[in-house]
């Protein structure tokens, strides 16, 4: 179910010989088969290499997880936000028209107080700037099909484009744009 890739990735803009860990997640799918237990380990074996911090690209579940398993992932999430900052983007899955017409939630409102109880940074179209291994990071989350969903009921209409100044800061740019159409 699960595998750990350990890659080098050159980012323009680093200052000086500074390095990042970013722990990349992405398809957790909490359901009947896949278990918090299961999301647990993997975020476990993911934090034992002390990231800076931590980007889950959904999907978060799949269905419709109960109230209990929609609390025991606030949970488990918040374990590890109390170690690194963690990001997220939501996937097909995490609700919306597509989720809802194959089993899902028709939207990610449950999903979305799992990310605020657990402290999780939910990023829907937008780009932050945060202060990492003494050196600040712009994240940007690219509207895909899924994402421009949630940003519209959001009110969040222009798409984000890469810093073109030179002092701006180096940006990890994280997108969720595979799925089927809706």
């Known amino acids: 179910w699960f595998e750990i890739k350990k ?13 990042l860990k970013i722990l990349h997640l992405s398809d957790l799918h909490l359901s009947e088969a896949v278990s918090i237990d299961h999301i647990d380990h993997a975020l476990a074996e993911g934090f034992q290499m002390q990231p800076h911090a931590c980007v889950i690209t959904g999907d978060f579940i799949t269905d419709q997880p109960s109230d209990e398993q929609l609390l025991a992932l606030t949970q488990c999430l918040a374990k590890y936000a109390k170690k690194a900052p963690i990001f997220a983007c939501p996937g097909n899955h995490d609700g919306g028209d597509w989720a809802g017409k194959n089993g899902g939630f028709t939207n990610t409102e449950k999903l979305q107080r799992v990310f605020k109880s657990s402290k999780v940074r939910l990023l829907v179209n937008q780009r932050i700037n945060i202060y990492l291994n003494g050196m ?3 994240i940007t989350e690219h509207n895909g099909p899924v994402t421009e969903g949630v940003a519209r009921r959001n009110g969040v209409t222009d798409s984000i484009d890469a810093p073109d100044h030179p002092n701006a800061p180096p940006d990890l740019g994280i997108a969720r744009d595979r799925h089927p159409a809706e």
């Open 7 to 19: 890659t080098k990735i050159r980012i323009p803009n680093l200052p000086g010989n500074k390095n």
């Open 136 to 138: 600040t990071i712009s």
